[in-house]
Every structure is written in structure tokens, then in C-alpha cells.
């Protein structure tokens, strides 16, 4: 009831009730829940109500809620000043931790959020290349800048707005849309468009489609075709980054890209985003060079004692193998539950990202295969897991998220929350 109330006030005063899109719950036929508290793998609601969270904030809380060096570096921080606007150590250990952990970073920048992050690094390859044309894949998220919005995953796919009103057509024809996974497509922009692409830009694996891995051969075609036609490749980690690896989803792939976005992670649950990449690239910033990106309060001493924490915290010993077998056990229990029941669907998950598409196909490996999935099956099965204490995203085109904090409690109790909700489908 109190949710009910609260979300009637909202109604009134915020559009749509929310402050982003994707908190809604419309796409899954229900009203949303208000957040009162979190702590460990659990989110409490106003009613008092505990669910196990595998939203995560959508990403940054990959340490779990609370997690207390990341509390108590905030506390000891807010005391010595909250915002300066001014440089500090704690932007250069933050900026080069990411220089050491990621090899194709050598510069990297602070921004407040994944948005800024991409739309400047975007800036940047423009600026680089003299060209204005940028390549992106249907169905890939890459915040909400005018460009980007362009047939785009996440919240803009769920409410069925890909490509945003209010982006201006001389905007949008600059942005060139090719299919995920699919090197052809790309080729054809390169043969129609030469010498007037800027940069290649892609979630190098995409969850705001729900998760889809990148075969090998897609990533190294992109490296090659990039580099052949002078245009630069940039991998958008803002949700892979520091959560696939220490190193994001570089650490897993050989090939590098020439520029890197960031965010959620890499601000441990503060507004956040970097950008970053070769010296002979990020040099053209502002005040190094020309381009210019700027920002009251980036690298805000709060969000960088946030980040620093929380990545000294990933780079424990087995921390992401340890959160990758965590997140096997409960995926593909899911999996199995459904498989059991018969109810089609598959399973999507590379570490501690997972998605179980409600589809009738045998594989999902691009967007077309991800938008086959029964939306109304997956609105059933995500209120049936939320009645059963579970905090699931609320879109079938989202990315699940398994943090530090989940627990083998936590694990049987949201396999005993699957095996409920997939008798009622
Ligand atoms: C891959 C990716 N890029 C960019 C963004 C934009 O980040 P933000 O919401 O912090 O602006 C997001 C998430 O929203 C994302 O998942
Ligand atoms: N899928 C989005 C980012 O990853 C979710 C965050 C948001 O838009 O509020």
C-alpha cells in the first residue's frame, strides 16, 4: 500500500513517476516498488518487505549493498569536504588503477555518468578523425545523449521507443546502425560511408538486449575493419567494466579497442562514468588539446573514494571467479527449473551477468533473436519471482546482476522463488 501511495504522489510530480525509465514497472503489468533500504544481496522495500537483488542499482553494487570500507571510506571522506572542484590525490589513484588494470587505457578521464562517458568519447573519435559518422549496433544502450539514442536498448527497447522524438533528424543521420554480431552488416556501412566513419562503437557484451556474447570472430572483424578504414573501435564498458574482470571484458578478449567508456562499477554506487584510451587519442582533451568536456563535479571526492574501495575490493584473490561460480549455480539453476517445466527459454550469462529470455529460438545471439522472447511470460514470471522475494529487473531486455554479497542462502532461496513462479506459467 505505502508503494501504491508513494507511486500516486510521484505520479503528480515526476514523469511517469520515476526519475529513469527502466524503474517502472509497466512492461511487467505492475506498479513499482519504493526502495527504503538495502544492505548486503538484500533490497528492502517501504512495506518492510526483503527481496534478494539482482538489479544491483543496474550494475555498480557489485560488492553488494553496504559493503563497509566502501561506507566507511564516504563517511571519513563527507567529513573532509564533500565537493571542491579543484584536483585531488584521489582522482590520480582512481584514474590510475584504471590505467594499470585496463592495458588499453594509458589516459582516462572522470565524467558523473555512463551518458557523459560515451558522448564525449564519441566527441573525441570525431575530433580524432575529423569524420562524423559513428557505427552502433541495434539494440546496444549507450545512455541518452542525442546520437546515441538511436534504435537503442534498455528502457528506450522496453517502452518501444528505440529511436527517441526530440533527436534531431540532421542529429540521427550520423549515426549508422548495423546488427550485433554480425560483421557484414558493419562492412556494408564502411563500403557506403568511406573515409566518414568516425568510430565503431558497441557494448562489447551486450546487456541492455538482455546478454548476448560477442562471437571472436565479430570482434576481431571489427578491430581489422576499423583499423583498415582509419576509423577507431570503442568498446562501451560502462556495465562490463571492472564486473566481467579485474580488467572489465578486456580481460577476457584480445582485442583492445581504442577507446574505453565506463561507469556503475567503477563509481561503487556514486554518479560516476570515465572515459579513457591511448595517450595519442585522450591527449586531444581539454586542456591537453583541443576537444573539449568538462564538469562541476567531476572526480567528486565522494564518488572517487567510492570507486577506489570498491575496486580494491574486487582485486581480492578469487573475487570474480568466486562471483562467477555464484552466478553459474543460480543461472543455470533457473535454467534448469524452466527446462524441467518445459517452459522454452534460454539461458545468456558470462559471469556475473545473466538474462533467461522467455523465446521459443535454441540460441539468442542478436537482436532480433533477443525481441523473439514472450514479453507477457516474462512480465508472469518476473511478478510471480518479486511475490516470491525476488528483485528481478523489470524487462525482459535487462541484464540480471549477482554481487559478492549473494550467499548459498541466497542461492536456494531464489531457486525455491524460480520453482514457484514457473508453476504458474
Ligand atoms: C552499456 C551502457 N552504456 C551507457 C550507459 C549509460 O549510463 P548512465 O545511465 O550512467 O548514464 C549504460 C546504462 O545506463 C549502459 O549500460
Ligand atoms: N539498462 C540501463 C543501464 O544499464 C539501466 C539504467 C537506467 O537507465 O536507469
Given at each position: 500500500?505505502?508503494?501504491?501511495?508513494?507511486?500516486?504522489?510521484?505520479?503528480?510530480?515526476?514523469?511517469?513517476?520515476?526519475?529513469?525509465?527502466?524503474?517502472?514497472?509497466?512492461?511487467?503489468?505492475?506498479?513499482?516498488?519504493?526502495?527504503?533500504?538495502?544492505?548486503?544481496?538484500?533490497?528492502?522495500?517501504?512495506?518492510?518487505?526483503?527481496?534478494?537483488?539482482?538489479?544491483g542499482s543496474w550494475g555498480p553494487m557489485i560488492?553488494?549493498?553496504?559493503?563497509?570500507?566502501?561506507?566507511?571510506?564516504?563517511?571519513?571522506?563527507?567529513?573532509?569536504?564533500?565537493?571542491?572542484?579543484?584536483?585531488?590525490?584521489?582522482?590520480?589513484?582512481?584514474?590510475?588503477?584504471?590505467?594499470?588494470?585496463?592495458?588499453?587505457?594509458?589516459?582516462?578521464?572522470?565524467?558523473?555518468?555512463?551518458?557523459?562517458?560515451?558522448?564525449?568519447?564519441?566527441?573525441?573519435?570525431?575530433?580524432?578523425?575529423?569524420?562524423?559518422?559513428?557505427?552502433?549496433?541495434?539494440?546496444?544502450?549507450?545512455?541518452?545523449?542525442?546520437?546515441?539514442?538511436?534504435?537503442?536498448?534498455?528502457?528506450?527497447?522496453?517502452?518501444?521507443?528505440?529511436?527517441?522524438?526530440?533527436?534531431?533528424?540532421?542529429?540521427?543521420?550520423?549515426?549508422?546502425?548495423?546488427?550485433?554480431?554480425?560483421?557484414?552488416?558493419?562492412?556494408?556501412?564502411?563500403?557506403?560511408?568511406?573515409?566518414?566513419?568516425?568510430?565503431?562503437?558497441?557494448?562489447?557484451?551486450?546487456?541492455?538486449?538482455?546478454?548476448?556474447?560477442?562471437?571472436?570472430?565479430?570482434?576481431?572483424?571489427?578491430?581489422?575493419?576499423?583499423?583498415?578504414?582509419?576509423?577507431?573501435?570503442?568498446?562501451?564498458?560502462?556495465?562490463?567494466?571492472?564486473?566481467?574482470?579485474?580488467?572489465?571484458?578486456?580481460?577476457?578478449?584480445?582485442?583492445?579497442?581504442?577507446?574505453?567508456?565506463?561507469g556503475k562499477v567503477i563509481g561503487g554506487g556514486l554518479?560516476v562514468?570515465?572515459?579513457?584510451?591511448?595517450?595519442?587519442?585522450?591527449?586531444?582533451?581539454?586542456?591537453?588539446?583541443?576537444?573539449?568536456?568538462?564538469?562541476?563535479?567531476?572526480?567528486?571526492?565522494?564518488?572517487?573514494?567510492?570507486?577506489?574501495?570498491t575496486?580494491?575490493?574486487?582485486?581480492?584473490?578469487?573475487?570474480?571467479?568466486?562471483?562467477?561460480?555464484?552466478?553459474?549455480?543460480?543461472?543455470?539453476?533457473?535454467?534448469?527449473?524452466?527446462?524441467?517445466?518445459?517452459?522454452?527459454?534460454?539461458?545468456?550469462?558470462?559471469?556475473?551477468?545473466?538474462?533467461?529470455?522467455?523465446?521459443?529460438?535454441?540460441?539468442?545471439?542478436?537482436?532480433?533473436?533477443?525481441?523473439?522472447?514472450?514479453?507477457?511470460?516474462?512480465?508472469?514470471?518476473?511478478?510471480?519471482?518479486?511475490?516470491?522475494?525476488?528483485?528481478?529487473?523489470?524487462?525482459?531486455?535487462?541484464?540480471?546482476f549477482?554481487?559478492?554479497?549473494?550467499?548459498?542462502?541466497?542461492?536456494?532461496?531464489?531457486?525455491?522463488?524460480?520453482?514457484?513462479?514457473?508453476?504458474?506459467?
Amino acid at each position: 500500500m505505502k508503494s501504491k501511495k508513494l507511486f500516486e504522489r510521484a505520479i503528480n510530480c515526476i514523469p511517469g513517476g520515476v526519475n529513469s525509465p527502466v524503474r517502472a514497472f509497466a512492461s511487467v503489468e505492475a506498479d513499482p516498488v519504493f526502495i527504503d533500504s538495502a544492505y548486503g544481496s538484500k533490497i528492502k522495500d517501504v512495506e518492510e518487505n526483503e527481496y534478494i537483488d539482482y538489479v544491483g542499482s543496474w550494475g555498480p553494487m557489485i560488492l553488494g549493498h553496504g559493503y563497509p570500507s566502501v561506507v566507511d571510506a564516504l563517511l571519513r571522506q563527507m567529513v573532509k569536504g564533500i565537493s571542491y572542484g579543484a584536483p585531488t590525490e584521489l582522482e590520480v589513484e582512481l584514474a590510475q588503477m584504471v590505467c594499470e588494470r585496463v592495458p588499453s587505457v594509458e589516459l582516462v578521464r572522470m565524467v558523473n555518468s555512463g551518458t557523459e562517458a560515451t558522448m564525449s568519447a564519441i566527441r573525441v573519435a570525431r575530433g580524432y578523425t575529423k569524420r562524423d559518422k559513428i557505427v552502433k549496433f541495434e539494440g546496444c544502450y549507450h545512455g541518452h545523449s542525442d546520437g546515441l539514442l538511436v534504435k537503442a536498448g534498455s528502457g528506450a527497447l522496453t517502452y518501444g521507443v528505440p529511436t527517441s522524438p526530440g533527436v534531431p533528424e540532421d542529429y540521427a543521420k550520423n549515426t549508422l546502425t548495423a546488427q550485433f554480431n554480425d560483421l557484414e552488416s558493419v562492412k556494408e556501412l564502411f563500403v557506403q560511408n568511406e573515409g566518414e566513419i568516425a568510430c565503431v562503437i558497441l557494448e562489447p557484451v551486450p546487456g541492455n538486449m538482455g546478454v548476448i556474447e560477442p562471437t571472436k570472430e565479430f570482434l576481431s572483424g571489427l578491430r581489422h575493419l576499423t583499423q583498415s578504414y582509419g576509423s577507431l573501435l570503442v568498446f562501451d564498458e560502462v556495465m562490463s567494466g571492472f564486473r566481467l574482470s579485474p580488467a572489465g571484458f578486456q580481460g577476457l578478449s584480445d582485442v583492445m579497442p581504442d577507446l574505453t567508456t565506463f561507469g556503475k562499477v567503477i563509481g561503487g554506487g556514486l554518479p560516476v562514468g570515465a572515459y579513457g584510451g591511448k595517450q595519442e587519442i585522450m591527449s586531444l582533451v581539454s586542456p591537453a588539446g583541443p576537444v573539449y568536456q568538462a564538469g562541476t563535479l567531476s572526480g567528486n571526492p565522494l564518488a572517487m573514494v567510492a570507486g577506489i574501495e570498491t575496486l580494491k575490493a574486487t582485486a581480492a584473490p578469487d573475487f570474480y571467479s568466486k562471483l562467477g561460480q555464484t552466478s553459474s549455480i543460480i543461472a543455470q539453476g533457473m535454467s534448469d527449473i524452466l527446462k524441467e517445466a518445459g517452459v522454452a527459454h534460454v539461458l545468456n550469462q558470462l559471469g556475473s551477468m545473466f538474462t533467461i529470455f522467455f523465446t521459443e529460438r535454441s540460441q539468442v545471439t542478436n537482436f532480433a533473436d533477443a525481441t523473439s522472447s514472450d514479453t507477457k511470460r516474462f512480465g508472469a514470471y518476473f511478478r510471480n519471482m518479486l511475490q516470491n522475494g525476488v528483485y528481478l529487473p523489470a524487462s525482459q531486455f535487462e541484464a540480471c546482476f549477482v554481487s559478492g554479497a549473494h550467499s548459498e542462502k541466497d542461492v536456494d532461496a531464489t531457486l525455491e522463488a524460480c520453482r514457484k513462479a514457473t508453476k504458474t506459467l
